[in-house]
Nanobody, 125 residues
Framework: VQLQASGGGSVQAGDSLRLSCAAS????????MGWFRRAPGKQRELVAA????????YIADSVRGRFTISRDNAKNMVYLQMNSLKPEDTAVYYC???????????????????WGQGTQVTVSS
């Protein structure tokens, strides 16, 4: 699976961005999808994840209430809507795909098999 993330940019605190991830795989709906981020000097962290159907989602505590994840299996796309952005959201954001073995999502990055190239999000105060 090839993943292409886009939508990053430089914004002010309080602004919104929507990240998109396009997948090349025709069987996209069989993959769990996740969004991760890596800030300078920090470990990669899971931001959000969605089950293959999109009915189950996970949002990290640090972004809950501000970020939402969604997917459109007909278009092979997954999205991360980011509202009320804060400077601490500054990071490179990656989308990832993992073989689904059930109806839920994965929170462990080792469960993801494919990674996109990342898109930079910079939030200034």
């Amino acid at each position: 699976v090839q993943l292409q993330a886009s939508g990053g940019g430089s914004v002010q605190a309080g602004d919104s961005l929507r990240l998109s991830c396009a997948a090349s795989e025709r069987t996209f709906s069989t993959y769990v999808m996740g969004w991760f981020r890596r800030a300078p000097g920090k470990q990669r962290e899971l931001v959000a994840a969605t089950s293959r159907s999109g009915t189950r989602t996970y949002i990290a505590d640090s972004v809950r209430g501000r970020f939402t994840i969604s997917r459109d299996n007909a278009k092979n796309m997954v999205y991360l809507q980011m509202n009320s952005l804060k400077p601490e959201d500054t990071a490179v954001y990656y989308c990832a795909a993992g073989y689904a073995s059930g109806s839920s999502y994965y929170v462990n990055d080792q469960s993801y098999n494919y990674w996109g190239q990342g898109t930079q999000v910079t939030v200034s105060s």
